[in-house]
């Protein structure tokens, strides 16, 4: 950090590039009379390292990327890359090795790698970081306006909202009629049938007293719940259809279908995440920057990431949107099979969350993550399964259906609206495209990149963890799309040059840069599960035969079954014997699996297992700092190390693996978007079940999208409810305490 010196200007400047350019730009007559010196940043100083949106000034520091050089049409890639694209890539905002060369930001001693991958210890870690980053007193709650976007003064009190009796439980008859509602609708998920039935066993019991029980019917019921003026954001749809040449005579079925996409307004989804009040203690208005005890950062939280502190640098450079408060859009998506008897029941969900709320609210279920649309699946027979044509709509559908739904952010992305917020301020917001969550061929196509080229870098797809890799952005794209052929871009350089990424429609969002890590696929399930524990049993097969092997790998099933029952340890009563494996059963799997495998096989498999273990947990923190990020990298180099085991042994012949390659870019990962657990696949894994594995089930089958959706604006009202009677202290006690104060009969 560098603090400006010339006098009343007080602008804290990154790097020294960013401090040259101030200075010329700001004070062209200027002339120093002492050196240039960094700003040290005590843990305790009251002058914290703050977003750029908490001051102005301090915008002007960021560089901006120059134009892409023309180059020939015949100038090879690699001629194109290091000369043409030198500047570009060579920048400390897209250096594989991240801002400022990541891992070295300080030249003190990071440490050594810490052994132990107890989970228990892990924790005790970032507890221990906890302490270090209270003392980052950063004020989340800094910018609020009036309803007219006038800056208040600090320390203002929020302007009330409408006054609602604290006995008002519209539409429900009454406390009880809520609670029931909640209790049959989305605890129990009773059917209709059975709550009819419930009902009338109740009104019959009732009857005597001259009592009825809350609701009717289950139509009642509903009715009381689509009557809840709060969430629910209602479902509306589009359709596409193909509109290039047709051949003749037979036509294909998918160029004659109409596709329909359910979504929800985006906009008005987001609001009611801004403005829940369940949010207001664990949300940051602005990026920040926390640093421990020591003065070293730590990355725990979406906002204390570099890429937001960019987004924010660009946006506040305009006048309007000064005292604005970025909003990051987080989107998600995973096609998700609901039933594997009746065949063809596959949905594709897409999930939005905000990068304001903390990570541990976006993993909990907390309605920090909805479901905002369903995505067409085109079909089509086998025989025109590869067609060109059919593959290329089907890419573009994806990409114009991402573009129409969220279409009614894009207006305030250039310029701010006024929202209200959890904790009762108005605020004004600029929204942008943030990480997208995906599994790898997802990642590929949003990428718009083959299918064994990495979405995030230019490395040959035979070669993928080559050194010096050059990072893709939008501008290196367009340049190959000018430049190249169309079978140029897809065999040379992994690019499908005739589809345009959804991100090109909306300001800053570059797609290369919004891929998140996938802790689950690409380490979980992928490196450890699908690569190691296979390569593992070709080797034993390929050194000692199948008999043999086979022993062997029955004693380590063995060694798995027997380990004695303990706190957060799995029991795998058979070993690694069964069919279907899911995340949880491959993290269970893996604090086990290296003693199991330890005198069985090689040393060099070992070592290659406990650095990629290594790796793999250092990754899963909740906080990162300087020295674990360093640590992440030294177990990557030991990882790359002793994998090369499995090509002496002839397992494998190179290691150019998609999932396998994205682990060269975690460190820069951590930087732009700290913690990677808080942009997980497994965050919409679980929510499949919520908005579309439970909805299906409750359908009676026919068309049941449509009772799906409904299914999920209901669940969507009744949390919505849930949190404002809370926040009234309508919800305080148990009802049947309630219940006794009110009539004067309870004591405690």
Request: charged share 30%; with cysteine; aromatic share 10%.
């Amino acid at each position: 950090m560098f603090r400006c010196p010339v006098p009343g200007c007080g602008s804290v400047l990154r790097n020294r590039t960013g401090y040259t350019q101030h200075i010329k730009l700001k004070h062209p007559d200027w002339e120093p009379d002492m050196p240039l010196r960094p700003v040290d940043y005590d843990s305790d100083s009251d002058d914290e390292d703050r977003g750029p949106l908490a001051d102005p000034a301090a915008n002007e520091n960021e560089q901006d990327i120059g134009a892409v050089a023309e180059a020939s049409a015949n100038t090879a890639f690699q001629n194109a890359a290091t000369e043409q694209f030198e500047a570009q890539f060579s920048d400390e905002e897209h250096s594989q090795t991240g801002p400022s060369s990541h891992n070295s930001r300080d030249d003190s001693d990071v440490g050594g790698s810490d052994d132990s991958h107890d989970e228990d210890q892990s924790e005790d870690q970032d507890e221990q970081s906890d302490d270090a980053e209270e003392q980052s007193d950063d004020d989340i709650s800094r910018r609020p306006v009036d309803c007219n976007g006038k800056r208040l003064p600090t320390g203002a009190i929020p302007s009330p909202s409408p006054a609602r009796d604290k006995n008002d439980w519209f539409p429900y008859r009454d406390r009880a009629a809520f609670e029931l509602a909640d209790l049959l609708y989305a605890t129990e998920q009773m059917s209709a049938g059975n709550i009819n039935s419930l009902l009338d066993i109740w009104a019959a019991d009732l009857a005597r007293y001259q009592a009825s029980p809350p609701f009717r019917t289950q139509a009642d019921m509903y009715c009381s719940i689509d009557d809840t003026p709060l969430g629910g954001v209602k479902w509306e749809s589009f359709t596409i259809s193909y509109d290039g040449p047709r051949p003749e005579g037979d036509v294909p079925t998918w160029m004659t279908d109409k596709h329909s996409i359910y979504f929800r307004n985006p906009l008005k989804i987001v609001h009611g995440m801004l403005s829940n009040p369940d949010f207001k203690d664990e949300i940051d208005y602005a990026p920040l920057r926390v640093h421990g005890p020591d003065g070293k950062r730590h990355l725990r939280n979406f906002m204390s990431g570099e890429w937001a502190w960019r987004q924010a640098n660009i946006i506040s450079q305009k006048e309007s949107c000064v005292d604005a408060s970025f909003v990051p859009i987080i989107l998600g998506s995973d096609k998700t099979t609901v039933s594997v008897a009746t065949g063809q029941n596959e949905y594709w969900p897409l999930y939005c969350s905000i990068g304001n709320v903390h990570n541990n609210v976006r993993r909990a279920h907390r309605n920090a993550v909805e479901v905002i649309a369903f995505l067409a699946i085109p079909k089509t027979d086998k025989k025109h399964a590869d067609d060109a044509n059919f593959r290329k709509f089907r890419r573009q559908l994806f990409h114009t259906s991402l573009s129409n739904i969220l279409s009614p952010l894009r207006q305030w992305m250039e310029d701010p609206e006024i929202v209200r917020c959890g904790d009762g301020h108005f605020r004004k917001v600029i929204y942008g495209i943030g990480p997208y969550i995906a599994d790898y061929p997802e990642q590929a196509l949003l990428a718009c990149t083959v299918q064994g080229w990495c979405p995030v870098c230019a490395n040959p797809k035979d070669d993928l963890d080559r050194d010096g890799a050059l990072l893709r952005t939008r501008e290196h794209t367009e340049f190959l799309v000018r430049e190249f052929e169309l079978g140029d871009l897809w065999h040379s350089y992994g690019v499908v040059g005739d589809i345009v990424p959804f991100t090109n429609d909306f300001p800053r969002a570059d797609i290369h840069q919004l891929i998140s890590p996938d802790i689950l696929h690409q380490l979980i399930k992928g490196t450890f599960k699908d690569h190691l524990v296979s390569w593992v049993e070709q080797a034993l097969k390929l050194e000692h035969g199948e008999s043999k092997a086979s022993e062997i790998l029955t004693e380590i099933d063995r060694r798995i079954a027997v380990v004695p029952a303990f706190s957060k340890l799995r029991h795998f009563h058979e070993g690694r014997g069964f069919k279907q494996w899911t995340g949880d059963d491959s993290k269970a799997l893996m604090k086990v699996y290296l003693p199991a495998i330890d005198g069985l096989v090689s040393a060099d498999i070992v070592r290659t297992i406990r650095a990629f273990l290594e790796f793999c947990y250092l990754v899963r923190r909740d906080v990162h700092m300087e020295a674990s990020i360093a640590e992440v990298q030294e177990a990557l180099d030991s990882f790359h190390q002793h994998r090369k085991i499995f090509v002496t042994l002839e397992v494998r012949d190179d290691f150019s693996l998609p999932r396998q390659h994205s682990l060269v870019h975690y460190v820069d990962k951590i930087w732009e978007f700290a913690a990677p657990n808080g942009l997980c696949s497994s965050i919409t894994e679980s929510k499949h079940i919520k908005a579309v594995k439970e909805p299906w089930r409750r359908s009676n089958r026919y068309e049941a999208l449509e009772q799906m959706l409904m299914t999920n604006q209901r669940l969507g009202k009744l949390a919505a409810a849930r949190v404002d009677f809370k926040e009234r202290g309508m919800l305080d006690d148990s009802i049947f305490k309630a219940k006794k104060k009110v009539s004067g009969k309870f004591s405690s």
